[in-house]
């Protein structure tokens, strides 16, 4: 296994900012060591293990609290983004149904921006996903995406931020437009949930974006990105616990009797789970502002850096710590070449054409430098060919 693992990237020395998102070795080790007490355990049977059933309790609770949600607020942890996207827009849908059982296919509206996880749900749940042009800052154009509702829409959704521009949408525009249509908001704040609050603590500005704008129902916030808890956690959290029904199954007709299992899968690791809730213990608020702060000094010098170099530049204006540059001048894949060779583990994406960095977290502050002189060298490079 080691030998396999040579050919991957060595994500610890910040040449990937994709896939890994780091908060300090410390915090990796109180994970490490959480999820290794509940290594075993299984989070399906709360009945025999109450503690696992008390840290979901906790982090959701806390969770609800970052995006300001009431008392009425409920939610429920899954593995991954995708999957809380897809609770999201299943409660959705099971809303439109109780409104107009006769919608053979519901329609629900996004930016071209948003992940492609809304089309994956989409395609499970029976719901046509529609993508609407960016503004030209990269942001959704709410009326764009009026122009698309008819009488089969359900919902609209913004992220907070998008991952491929960093950019959060308008939130409260979109908020707007729903209420005006009585249609349900869903915000994808997969990256931004666990990163925007303790921004803002740390004197960040941030756009608007959770259960404080009236309209918004539904939130995906991923734990295992700036969270920094293991893979395998986050959340999808709901103005109204009304919708529990929506992500919690039961059944009874079988010869076991009732069953009840919670997100997509049954037998579901306790691990993730007992990282996150370490996580957010050992951090706490503080802790989360100080790598907030850490995180937000070396994304600002990269930007910087980037901005400096000539003929490139990056592409809009990230609201939090995503990053895309393109070229202006010199060949994109020449740079990408000669970036690669130096180590680099580079991502393209296409709208605009440019390199994708990724979320920035606390590997890449000690290889800033070392990433902008690279990219000055692999510049000059490209541009002397
Ligand atoms: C904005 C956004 N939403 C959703 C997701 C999906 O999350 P996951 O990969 O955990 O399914 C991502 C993943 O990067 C994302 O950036």
Redesign the pocket.
Known sequence: MKQAKARDVDWRSGKTNFYVQFGGDDVLEVARQAADLFFSENAHGVAAFPSVERLQTDVVAWLLDLVEAGPMADGCLTA????S?LFCLKAARDWSRTRRPDLAIPKVVVPRSA?P?FDKAGGLLGIEVVRTPLRADLRADVEAMRRQICARTILVAG?A???GHGVVDPIPEIAALAIETNLWVHV?A??GALFAPFARAAGATIPPFDFSIDGVRSI?A?I??YGFGAKGA?AALFRHSCWRPSYVFTFDDWPIGSYASSGLAGTRSAAPIAAAWAVMRYLGHDGYVRIARQILEAFGRLRDGLEAIEGIEVVGDPDLPVLAWRSADAPLDAIVSAMTRRGWFVRTMTTPRAVHMG?ITLHQAPVVDAYLESLRESVAESRAR
């Open positions: 991954s983004g995708s999957e996207i992940h996880a992220s931020p998008q991952f994808d997969c990256v995906s991923d295992h990105k986050s979320m």
